[in-house]
């Protein structure tokens, strides 16, 4: 027992060891990393504050001499504004429309019997294996031929029928008791009416995790709209950024207008993302299963 | 004449045959109980009652009208699911509502009056604002039943109900549910695995077993005088001690002769077809008595105690006899150890005889069963 006693005291003395926890260098690893993937966020927003001459001297990491200055310029001098409103509406159009298709899809995939059923999910499930840049060619020639060229459907209806929306949707389904259906069908309850009044409520968030995935998918798009919108006032934020790429003064790139553009373009999927975070995280849970 | 008729009803899934011919006929007001193990198809013939499953061959007649392929709204059934089948997302009134409110054939006072009087009979009106979230597995049960009610149906269809709720809750909505049925008197079929739950609720038991019907009776008959050896066996607890015996006719007595016993079997019908053949001897463990209570007279036999197990209300005893085992009820605190050789007597009114195929050829009661259904062979 003595011995023991002795041992133990020994250890307890304190040591540096003891200070420099193993806390403290998980901490610190933790913060660098934090830093290191909010560094770029932070030099967009003190660059939008900044001149041109002003980002380019590298040691300059304050708020710079214009202020707000920037935002004016991109939002009133390069109609931002008109592009991030066009944005915002095919964003929405394609929440509305993909969530509305995707839980139909699901519901035929779930609720009803019909022949090769299987194999009409794995179709859809291979249509992942074509994003729309993949389908940029052949897409520009049907939306051509349907005369949508040009328009608010030309950037919305290609991103309408969605294989995750439709997977997601069919997993959730699926994980609800048969017996509700059965018991459904007991009343008489139509399919319609269940969708809306029982599988609609009963799947609320994973509908605003969607919605969140897919806001946030619609307002990043560059390339498609970039190809297939060629009136300047209908584009989309993302290539109206590039825009104010063209601009210039005295031969120097505006790094400061642009950024000011892209900390805007930045605002809206991120208040999304902020009011609908829960659903969101609720969605990959599930997933996760 | 009877409410429900089931005429050679037949459920296919693929290859499998699920339901193998059902003749089955209840009675308007009656509460039939469905049991069986786990896959013997009595969950699919309630399906097939309620519409939820087509019926693959066969008749089925609700109220004598033939209801093959009829939409199961249109049957005026109402059924009641193991796992409550409550909407999440609503209340207890709304979950109540749903179904009437989707008809669209009930005004909403009439509504507002069935849900009121469900409430009140199922004692549950403080619970109608609440979703099934707030309730417990016995109170979403009642609300289940309720939701049932509500619909006023011609017959209530009930898939394990019970099987979801903790053992003294079940004993406890086992008794609601036969007071529920005393003051409706509305027909229902109800399934479980569960044989005490049968035992208790049915006005009759049918007992299915492998897709096929294997005796209707009510409860007492079908403990007195099951129809082979799986209703033997699944009806009562602990099942009935079958060993192989030989049937000998021994100087104007017929004994069933066995390594470890032979037993004078009273004369009743069956006894002399059975002589000269082997067949299993059915007896069950409470009708084994120790010894020391019997008359002096009485035949014992000797059998070693393997283990004991103590049910608190009596000792439930694994024995062998001639190589083969046997389990007895004795009273509580018998002084019998493991390992024990002990004096048993059989109680000569309740000894059975199967035959090689498993039917009963043979009850030793003197007694005759109420209703005399023939034993269905395959």
Redesign the interface.
Same mark, same amino acid.
């Given at each position: 027992m003595a011995t023991n006693t002795e041992s133990t005291a020994a250890t307890a003395r304190p040591e540096l060891s003891d200070y420099l926890s193993d806390d403290l260098v998980i901490h610190g690893l933790l913060v660098f990393s934090i830093v290191l993937m909010g560094l770029p966020l932070i030099l967009a927003v003190v660059m939008s504050t900044q001149t041109p001459s002003e980002v380019y001297e590298v040691t300059n990491v304050g708020i710079g001499s214009q202020g707000l200055a920037n935002y004016q310029t991109a939002l009133g001098e390069y109609n931002l504004g008109q592009y991030m409103w066009n944005s915002f509406v095919m964003a929405s159009i394609i929440v509305v429309g993909k969530v509305a298709l995707s839980l139909l899809a699901a519901l035929a995939l779930v609720y009803y019997r019909f022949p090769y059923e299987r194999a009409v999910f794995m179709f859809i499930l291979l249509t992942l294996l074509l994003p729309v840049p993949v389908r940029i060619v052949p897409l520009f020639q049907l939306m051509a031929d349907l005369g949508w060229a040009n328009s608010m459907l030309s950037i919305t209806g290609p991103y309408i029928a969605s294989a995750t929306a439709v997977f997601l949707f069919r997993q959730h389904f699926m994980s609800i $008791?048969a017996? @509700?259906v #059965?018991?459904?069908? @007991? #009343?008489?309850?139509?399919p319609f009416?269940f969708l809306v009044?029982?599988l609609i $409520?009963?799947s609320k968030g994973m509908i605003a995790g969607v919605s969140v995935i897919t806001f946030i998918y619609a307002w990043n798009q560059y390339l498609w709209p970039l190809v297939v919108i060629s009136a300047q006032e209908k584009q989309v934020v993302q290539v109206g950024i590039r825009y104010l790429q063209g601009a210039s003064q005295s031969g120097l790139t505006q790094w400061g207008l642009i950024m000011a553009g892209a900390v805007l373009a930045l605002i809206p999927p991120l208040l999304v993302l902020v009011v609908l975070h829960r659903p969101l995280l609720k969605t990959f849970a599930i997933q996760q299963k | 004449m009877s409410h429900i008729q089931l005429d050679d009803l037949r459920k296919r899934f693929g290859d499998v045959e699920a339901v193998r011919g059902i003749d089955l006929e209840i009675e308007k007001g009656e509460f039939l109980v469905l049991v069986g193990p786990s896959g013997c198809g009595k969950s699919t013939t309630l399906r097939m009652l309620a519409g939820l499953e087509d019926i693959s061959e066969g008749e089925l007649r609700i109220a004598d009208e033939r209801v093959n392929g009829v939409a199961p709204k249109n049957r005026n059934v109402a059924m009641v699911f193991q796992n409550y089948a409550l909407y999440p997302h609503m209340t207890a009134a709304e979950n109540m509502k749903f179904g009437m409110k989707s008809a669209g054939d009930y005004g909403d006072d009439e509504i507002e009056r069935r849900l009121d009087r469900a409430a009140d009979i199922l004692d549950i009106p403080e619970l109608m604002e609440r979703k099934p979230g707030e309730l417990s597995g016995g109170e979403r049960q009642r609300v289940a039943i309720g939701r049932a009610l509500v619909r006023e149906p011609e017959v209530f269809l009930l898939d394990e109900p019970l099987s979801n709720l903790d053992a003294k809750l079940r004993v406890q909505m086992r008794a609601e549910l036969l007071k529920l049925h005393q003051e409706l008197q509305t027909t229902t079929v109800y399934v479980t695995h569960d044989q005490t739950e049968a035992m208790t609720l049915g006005d009759r038991v049918a007992v299915l077993d492998a897709g096929q019907l294997q005796q209707v009776a009510e409860p007492q008959e079908l403990y007195d005088f099951p129809a082979n050896r799986f209703v033997a066996e699944f009806i009562g607890n602990p099942a009935m001690n079958l060993v192989p015996v030989d049937v000998v006719e021994d100087g104007g007595e017929v004994r069933a002769e066995h390594e470890g016993f032979s037993v004078g079997l009273p004369d009743q019908a069956g006894l002399d077809d059975a002589v000269g053949q082997s067949a299993h001897f059915g007896i069950r463990p409470e009708d084994v008595s120790l010894a020391g209570n019997l008359p002096a007279d009485a035949p014992t036999h000797e059998i070693t105690v393997s283990v004991t197990e103590p049910l608190g209300e009596s000792l439930l005893m694994h024995c062998d006899v001639g190589g083969d085992e046997i389990q007895v009820k004795a009273e509580p605190r018998a002084e019998i150890r493991p390992g024990d050789d002990i004096e048993v007597g059989f109680d000569e009114e309740r000894l059975h005889l199967f035959d090689q195929s498993g039917d009963a050829v043979y009850h030793s009661t003197s007694a005759t069963p109420k209703t005399s259904e023939a034993p269905l062979t395959e």
């Open positions: $008791p017996s @509700l #059965d018991n459904a069908r @007991l #009343d008489g309850v139509g009416t009044k029982v $409520p009963m | -």
